[in-house]
């Protein structure tokens, strides 16, 4: 029994590995994207986000024993990327410096033979759909374009070809933050407005926050987690997306007792956390639990609320970040951990803690992060 | 037409060795029977004895390369190589400093460049005929000196070694400039900055910075002076008559008046391997410095 | 910091550029000079460059370089560009070997080349004439184009072919539209380069031309070797003119885009 054409998903990864020479670049991967999502795929440089954009476009050829890559359902392995329906935008524009902005957007169009007065007209739409006008930039030739606009010319010239899939390998790398905000909001924009699916590909963990419906953590090959931006946030699974994702301060320790929906956790540098229930734990497992600094807060020794982990320390650095405070509190023998704190405006309200004062961390029990081993 | 088009994509898709294949071919092909082949063949002939007419009878010997023991021969094998290496120090005791000038000429450096350029592509024959005209007994250089009063008699300049010496210099000094011009052009000027705020005067900043850094365009350089010079044969021929023999002469007679087809063949090999050496010296060399980096 | 030559740099260096750039003017400005024997000048006179229309020898060999030259030219450009592509887009085990291998020719001396060539066509028994000349030129003469081409190519930026193709443009389509069009400037500088080497090469051919095939160059040295004649700088000014011309042609290719 067949799923709806509807729920069908419109781009599988089914155990694809990638090798070059001995190097394992795409590792055993598999994963769906449904009609009309904003997928993206994160990670640092080398973590093989680009590879698995690229055995997408039909760039690459997956390893003769590794897996198989389905569009709308169908095995595309060995399609080469001009039969596969899908556009691409790359990371340095890559546009035809001996064609005008017009030609280079109506490439696609020519290829498929379409009459050319619909070739113009199509051209006008797309340029118009990434704000950029027809009559001013249309005979304008790439070298004569700024690197914001280049880019949206790259952007029109994937969109006039109207594919259901839309691949984007960091476009907005090398435009400037201001400008890179403005254009995040923009293709998150198109992506609703013209129902297509994107796939994006960044090592910006904001931007990926920002834009996407689901993320894809790569971590040396493997995808580490995926799930929703709260997801990925909240609720890391491993230390690797914890530490990429935003902060985390980590403990070690060893799962000695458990009573009520609780564990206890015997920490290796000594002390004791207790932990939620989560299954799979048993006693004497070892474990490493994460906890984001703007969960936990600092407080005065009588006024701990009941159901929070304490530590205590004493303060070490106080880093302005502007919307936020970082307090470094060192805790005898676990070490330093970030608290961040909310900046109510030091000039007005300054903060009651300093700089050698000592002071006790809490947080509540469930915003522990139990992460897997990686 | 559509059909059979996509087919073949297909197909050679599928064999991203046969695409590679398809492209390399002809011209390998055309190196390997051309080039390779006629290379190893001479080799062959080298160690074969001497036939009626020149050519080669079956056989074995190495009596083509044992006569290089002659003094005879070993004075042309000597004063080869001593011309070469002098040509080529002149040449870098001129070079060095017109391609140190040429960067840092401004909005000249593309004409200084092309002015390089021009002589490094034209005729050989025809600059070497350049250099008779000035420099025979009724030439130029000569007619001069004598309006000028300074000589009475002609001077002999031409068929002389000092006539071959210019002669090589004139011909081969582009080849030096143009490699140490681009290894100074990629000097980083940020490196002499630092090193003036650092306490260096200009020699020593040239010293320790600019040569040691221009190194690579040198050895290049000296490279694509000495080895030409090693294998030369114009020069030689037209400024320095029968007298001032290079090896590439002595493998040109035998291949014409002498007759002596493996002679010469062997000493086009000597030629070879010498030049052979030279070049593995200077690619081991340079892996090594690549595998420090 | 100062950076403007100092006086002794300049000095060296025009002293350079009149070494290297004096005998041939003085060669051309006595091409015109209307006296047989002497290097006096005796006035302005075309008639050397009459005289060479005179000689059949120097017509032929024109014929002969011009008819070798574009033979020896289109075969490399093919052949090296060619090669040139597959070396930039594929890597294979031995590549820097082979590349090693590609630029022998580079640095043979020409001596060497020219006797492998005339000893290979004894061996075959082939007989000598405008065929092995071009054979000669276009196994000389590829190495060169491989050189310019390649460095075109390591310029230019790839993901411009797979954005094509991404855009449904199939391989040969992609190479027409695109590939072509940014490699046109280095393939012509190649062709450009080949055809001056071919045309102005003369330890080779002399080893290779038959009796009947005389190349200008070969012409050009009877003449220099026998009878020293202001024809001779005629015949030489034209050949500089036509080399200084494509010379400066290949430069402003190369510099394009």
């Known amino acids: 029994m067949s799923a709806p054409a509807q729920q069908q998903p419109v781009v599988q990864f089914v155990g694809v590995s990638k090798s070059f020479g001995a190097t394992r670049a795409v590792d055993n991967v598999s994963f769906e994207i449904c009609r009309g999502e904003f997928f993206s795929l994160l990670g640092p440089s080398g973590c093989g986000k680009t590879t698995t954009l690229r055995l997408l476009a039909g760039l690459e050829q997956p390893d003769d024993s590794g897996g198989e890559v389905r569009l709308m359902g169908q095995p595309v392995n060995r399609r080469p990327p001009y039969e596969r329906q899908l556009s691409m935008v790359f990371q340095n524009y890559a546009l035809f410096p001996h064609l005008s902005v017009a030609r280079n957007v109506a490439f696609g169009l020519e290829q498929r033979r379409i009459a050319g007065a619909q070739i113009q007209e199509r051209v006008r739409r797309a340029l118009a759909m990434v704000r950029l006008d027809p009559d001013v930039f249309g005979r304008r030739m790439p070298n004569q374009l700024s690197g914001g606009q280049r880019q949206r010319v790259a952007l029109a010239r994937a969109l006039v070809l109207e594919q259901p899939i839309l691949l984007l390998d960091e476009p907005l790398g090398a435009i400037d933050l201001q400008l890179r905000k403005e254009m995040q909001l923009e293709l998150k924009a198109l992506n609703k407005q013209l129902g297509i699916t994107f796939v994006y590909v960044t090592h910006d963990q904001e931007e990926a926050l920002t834009m996407s419906d689901r993320i894809a953590v790569m971590d040396r090959g493997r995808i580490a987690q995926l799930g929703t931006p709260a997801e990925i946030y909240e609720n890391p699974r491993t230390a690797f997306v914890a530490g990429f994702i935003g902060q985390s301060n980590f403990f070690d320790g060893r799962v000695a007792q458990h009573w009520d929906g609780r564990w206890l956790l015997e920490l290796r540098a000594g002390g004791a956390l207790q932990v939620p229930h989560h299954p799979g734990l048993e006693q004497n497992a070892t474990i490493r639990v994460a906890v984001r600094p703007e969960w936990m807060n600092l407080r005065r020794a009588d006024s701990v609320p009941p159901g929070e982990n304490v530590l205590a320390g004493t303060i070490r650095d106080i880093i302005y970040l502007g919307q936020t405070l970082h307090i470094i509190v060192a805790i005898p023998s676990i070490g330093d951990i970030t608290v961040a704190l909310r900046n109510e405006g030091q000039i007005t309200r300054p903060l009651a803690w300093k700089r050698g004062e000592s002071a006790i961390i809490s947080w509540s029990i469930d915003d522990c992060q139990i992460l897997e081993e990686s | 037409m559509a059909w059979w088009r996509e087919h073949a994509l297909h197909w050679l898709s599928q064999r991203p060795r046969a695409r590679a294949g398809a492209l390399l071919a002809p011209g390998s092909l055309w190196l390997v029977v051309f080039f390779a082949v006629p290379i190893l063949i001479m080799l062959g002939y080298s160690l074969m004895p001497r036939g009626l007419y020149g050519g080669v009878e079956r056989g074995f010997t190495l009596e083509h390369y044992t006569r290089f023991i002659d003094p005879l021969y070993l004075d042309i094998l000597r004063r080869t190589l001593a011309w070469s290496l002098a040509c080529t120090a002149i040449c870098l005791g001129l070079g060095y400093p017109v391609a140190y000038t040429i960067v840092r000429s401004g909005r000249w450096r593309n004409l200084l460049l092309l002015l390089v350029v021009l002589p490094f592509w034209t005729s050989f024959l025809v600059r070497t005929f350049a250099m008779i005209f000035l420099m025979r007994d009724t030439g130029l250089i000569n007619d001069w000196l004598a309006k000028l009063g300074l000589i009475q008699h002609p001077l002999t300049i031409l068929y002389t070694p000092f006539a071959v010496m210019v002669g090589l210099v004139y011909g081969f000094l582009p080849f030096m400039i143009l490699p140490i011009y681009a290894s100074l052009e990629k000097l980083d000027r940020g490196l002499l900055e630092a090193a003036e705020v650092l306490g260096a005067r200009p020699a020593a900043r040239f010293r320790r910075v600019t040569l040691p850094l221009s190194m690579p365009g040198v050895v290049a350089g000296c490279l694509l002076v000495f080895i030409p010079a090693l294998g030369s044969f114009l020069t030689a021929d037209l400024l320095g008559g029968a007298k001032q023999m290079m090896i590439g002469n002595l493998v040109q007679n035998q291949f014409s008046a002498a007759r002596n087809w493996p002679f010469g063949s062997a000493a086009s090999f000597i030629i070879m391997s010498l030049i052979l050496l030279l070049l593995s010296i200077y690619l081991r060399a340079q892996g090594r410095v690549e595998a420090a980096r | ?257």
Request: glycine residues 6%.
């Open chain 3, 1 to 257: 910091m100062n950076l403007r030559p100092s006086r002794w740099l300049l000095t060296v260096t025009a002293a350079v550029y009149i070494f290297l750039h004096l005998p041939i003017l003085v060669l051309m400005v006595f091409s015109f000079n209307d006296s047989k024997f002497s290097v006096d000048w005796q006035g302005f006179s075309l008639r050397w460059y009459q005289r060479l229309w005179e000689r059949t020898d120097i017509l032929h060999g024109l014929q002969v370089s011009l008819m070798v030259g574009i033979a020896a030219t289109a075969i490399s450009t093919v052949l090296g560009t060619l090669l040139a592509l597959g070396l930039s887009r594929h890597r294979f085990p031995g590549r820097r070997t082979f590349m090693g291998l590609l630029y022998l020719p580079l640095v043979t001396p020409e001596i060497v080349v020219g006797i492998s060539l005339l000893i290979l066509f004894a061996v075959l028994g082939v007989s000598l004439g405008i065929t092995t000349i071009v054979i000669a030129h276009v196994a000389f003469c590829l190495s060169f184009v491989v050189v310019v081409v390649l460095a075109r190519l390591a310029g230019m930026d790839q993901h411009l072919e797979e954005a094509a193709m991404l855009l449904g443009a199939d391989e040969i389509t992609t190479f027409r539209r695109v590939t072509v069009p940014q490699l046109w400037p280095g393939i012509l500088a190649g062709a450009l380069l080949a055809f001056i080497i071919s045309f102005d090469d003369f330890v080779i051919t002399s080893f290779v031309a038959g009796p009947g095939s005389s190349t200008l160059p070969i012409v050009v040295y009877g003449m220099v070797r026998k009878n020293i004649e202001p024809s001779i700088n005629a015949i030489s000014t034209i050949i500089l003119l036509v080399t200084a011309t494509l010379i400066y042609l290949a430069e402003r290719l190369v510099r394009a885009r």
